[in-house]
């Protein structure tokens, strides 16, 4: 809490007491400070501490207080103090003297660190990619943001808005997909809910995909695949408002992240006008101290090494301008002002946020959404409850909690519904055979046959993939292990009708055995009510409804190269599905890709007008049908491609989509709008954004590969 302003009487009589003690220069201070003091007119604005007056703007209030701040003050402003104290929370320091709050920080990916204890554990970041539901993401971000305010925090080191270049990183379950607009959306859902309690985190800035080598690696890419597919998601979480951006650990073309003028100082700061914070990732995050100042990093974290006396000194040696510091505090003192950590706001959430009704019910609803039906073939799914009377349940993951990585993402709730936990209590008369093991007995194998269906959970964990150094790093290989293969094809030669649930943070190749089996479904790392969700689906009491924000391919080949043993890497303009369209590639399941119960039909693709400016907006209207007996839920998806461009652009780039929930028969018509700005390209000759007068194509539909309704506009010359 902010010290009470002192009243300036007592600070006359302080002045006066320091003068009866000191040297002449000292009397000469002292009597500035009384005659400082003696405009006071009592009170906050009236003593003239404007900054502790939150009836100022907060420009003036960060003005005033940055002029009382000695440089040791400010310095100590930009940096860690500590490693997690005892409530987890990793601090910034508390300045009593003119009652400066600190910063708070927590990591909270999926749910708050579980170095605060237990938390809501929600769905991974690529689960909630597959809702393809921003909405719901505003709701994650507000309840993960109350349960860190109620622990203390003030900063949630959240969203993970990495654009998922290849499915092998080892920390794809954190982020929300491959596609920067769909990235882009979901993590501003993120912000705009979590920023309701706390300070959100965009991480990691920028081109922070590869594990094994992050510390070290450096990734090479051209100016306009930076802009283009590396940052427009993180500008976007800048328009939406975030409050502070992680810098990553690797380099970008030859210079770390955290001291790399390129990135902060002239795109984040200088162009896109950000005036949040920017801290470095942790211990090796932050390389130095005088190109990291000056290139725009705020504050070091978790502790000051480089920026603490290092930088004093570089200040008074002259290496580091003044102003270069000022700046920086000011948008640390900023952010403080704007979320009301200066003034002892927000106040903390009550105890009762964490993990309260409210929250796992979400959990539940957002796996509910996030859960893909990838294969259902002769109807396999769902299991009717009075036409499947014994259901085999195989496989270890069935009766394992398997929440994700265990690196600095960990979140524990104090409970788990494991998918046999949750078949066991959805099952209704249908008796569940608990088979939850990888190697089955001749004995399985006759209870596997004598079952009306078996489903068998195998996938990924926490083994397989993770952060670097403190976790599994990444992914060796996109198949599953021999032992789950082999698991698959044995239930699959007992049971025609066997179903495989798949865990894990994205693309599993299946080729050894999709067309042995009836179904396939994508269940992610599912949070801590994914069992629930997961029988619900199978047993068909919520339609799935969940689409691929990652490509499914068949081989490795179809992927851009993988390289996580190397230091030096190139990034090219394309991966995930703009990489397959432009080379003719022929996934297992799109970008996009779900299947539901129900079946949806798209008609009457119309645009608002054949031609708009380059400031304008598209607006697009298309009617969605259930044209099934039930209802559910589809994703509308509408890609923009390009006639005759000056460049080489993709074949399409997903630009809007919308869910809809429709009843059996109902038809709705939905508006998509998409801003010509979001069609510019990157012009390397003249270092900007340029929107083409040229005829675009539209076309929409259920997956990037489904695209019924195509039209055509254009833009006007400027
Ligand atoms: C991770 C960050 C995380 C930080 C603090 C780092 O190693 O890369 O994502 O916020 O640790 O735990």
Redesign the pocket.
Known sequence: MPAPPAHPIERALNAARLAARCSAVCLVLAAVALLAGCGDRGGAAASGEIYRDPSQSIEARVADLLSRMTLEEKIEQMHGVSLPDSRGL?PTAINERLGIANFE?V?G?RGV?AATGAATTFPVGSARGATFAPDLEVEVGRAIGSETRAKGGNVI??P?INLLRHPRWG?AQ?TYGEDTFHLGTMGAGFIQGAQEHVIA?A??FAL?SIEDD?FTVDVHVDERTLREVYLAHFKRAVDAGVGSI?C??NMVNGSYACENTHLLHDILQGEWGFDGFVES???L?TRSTVPSALAGLDIE??TGHYFAEPLVDAVNGGAVPLPVINDAVKRILRAKFRFGIFDGKPPLDPATTVESPEHTALAREVEEKAIVLLKNDQAALPLVRDQVHRVAVVGVLAATPNLGDT???LAVPSYTITPLDGLQSHAGPVEIVDLSHDTLSAADQAQVAAADAAVVVVGLTHVDEG?G??AAGDRKTLDLSAGQQQLILDVAKQNPRTIVVLEGSGAILMENWVDQVSAVVMSWYPGMEGGNAIAEVLFGDVDPSGKLPVTFPRSADQLPPFVNDQNDVTYGYYSGYRYLDKNGFDPRYPFGFGLSYTTFSFQNLTLARSTIAPGGTLHATVDVSNTGTQGGDEVVELYVGYQGSRVDRAVRDLKAFQRVSLGPGETRTVALDVAAADLAFWDVDTNAFVVEPITYTVEVGSSSRDLPLGATFSISPP
Do not use: F, I, Q, T
């Open positions: 990793n920080m990591d990916a660190s080191l959240a993970v920390r954190e985190n991480k990691h922070n992050r992680m990553s650990y990732d942790w211990v995050g974290m978790p690196g600095s993402s952060e150094l403190v």
